[in-house]
């Protein structure tokens, strides 16, 4: 769909720059940055081959990815304002996940670049101090509206874990922490892999009165290829992969406080196959894989709350922005006209309670 009717929000984007902040990859790009091929292979050799088989490629990650870099990923699509989620900040012991929060407001949002309407930052709930935590990301900026910790952690050990506990968002001194998400009138943005769906599950029925929502659709790792070391191997595992995904969305769904974003589907860590070919998925291409993933989340959430968002620059290995919001809107077109502009602007307004621009 080449023309919306209206400007859409994206309320999954990631800002960085690993020149002038804390970045795990801010010593290399420094020493090898003006040196591209020889930066990858510094990278590779220092950093895990399961980290390095989720992104994909490594040149998106040591770049800066700023206002004006997204600004031109939207091409002919216009952007109403977006919601910047963290992403994985070097300097993530403590207090110092607060310095992403004033990085990304000193960050040129303006009407030559885009709207900045929120900001979900990193705190972690079992830290002592998380109280205080909230407190200072809120003081650094007043677009904070939620929190993301990541848990994403495969039982294959050759897809990469994003959290130490494979079942962290269960954990008692997780959950203690996690009312005072709650106090500070604040939302959660859940990120696991699919086999840990029934975790934000029962998160959700511990705290229904908690905004949730489940990124990137609960990334089912190894849905269209094989990741690590054998998930997704073969076409019954992958079936078996969307059969139980479908089963966790479809009972996630019956927890009122729990939204879904339509996002990341073209990570690496699907299974997908295009940056090892040199090739960007087609309009067609992402039609055909992943309508679905998204005619079932809508089946099962509902047209209120499930929103599109890019996850970009990440899903940019696989394929280009453009090419996303032209085969998701149309596949969100497809299955109901009156949800294009729920999906794509009003889900995630209300969502993350962002001002209408005047």
């Keep these: 769909m080449q023309n919306l009717g209206f400007a859409l929000i994206d309320p999954h984007i990631h800002q960085w720059d690993p020149y002038n902040t804390p970045h795990a990859a801010a010593l290399a790009v420094k020493l090898l940055g003006k040196h591209p091929f020889l930066l990858d292979k510094m990278v590779r050799l220092v ?65 030559d670049t885009v709207k900045l309407g929120a900001i979900v930052a990193t705190a972690d709930p079992t830290d002592s101090n998380f109280k205080k935590i909230l407190k200072l990301h809120q003081q650094a900026s007043k677009k904070v509206r939620g929190i993301r910790r990541m848990a994403a952690h495969h039982e294959d050990k050759g897809i990469h874990a994003w959290a130490d506990d494979p079942h962290l968002y269960t954990s008692k001194k997780f959950l203690k922490g996690f009312e005072q998400i709650a106090q500070h009138h604040l939302s959660f943005d859940a990120w696991v892999y699919s086999t840990q769906i029934a975790d934000v599950i029962e998160l959700a029925k511990k705290f229904p009165e908690t905004s949730i929502v489940l990124d990137h659709f609960g990334t089912p790792a190894g849905l269209f290829g094989k990741v ?66 998204i005619t079932h989340a809508l089946d099962s959430f509902g047209s209120y709350r499930v929103m599109f ?45 962002l001002d209408t621009p005047h």
């Design 47 to 111: 950093k895990p081959r399961d980290l390095l088989d989720t992104v994909g490629l490594t040149t998106h990650i040591t770049r800066p990815y700023l206002p004006q870099d997204y600004k031109k990923d939207t091409g002919h699509y216009p952007v109403e304002q977006v919601v910047h989620v963290e992403a994985s900040w070097a300097n993530h012991k403590g207090k110092g996940v607060v310095g992403e929060t004033e990085f990304i407001e000193s960050l040129a949002f303006n009407a």
């Design 309 to 353: 968002a890019s996850n970009f620059p990440m899903d940019s290995v696989s394929t280009s922005l453009v090419n996303i919001i032209d085969a998701f809107s149309d596949i969100v077109a497809g299955y109901d006209h009156e949800t294009l502009e729920r999906v794509f602007h009003h889900n995630a307004r209300q969502f993350y309670r």
């Design 228 to 293: 690590g070391q054998s998930t997704g191997l073969t076409q019954t595992a992958r079936e078996n992969i969307f059969y139980q995904w479908q089963d966790n969305i479809a009972e996630l769904a019956t927890c009122s406080n729990v939204y879904t974003k339509m996002s990341g589907l073209f990570m690496p860590v699907l299974g997908h196959q295009f940056h090892k070919k040199k090739q960007q998925a087609s309009k067609q291409q992402i039609i055909d894989l992943v309508a679905p993933l």
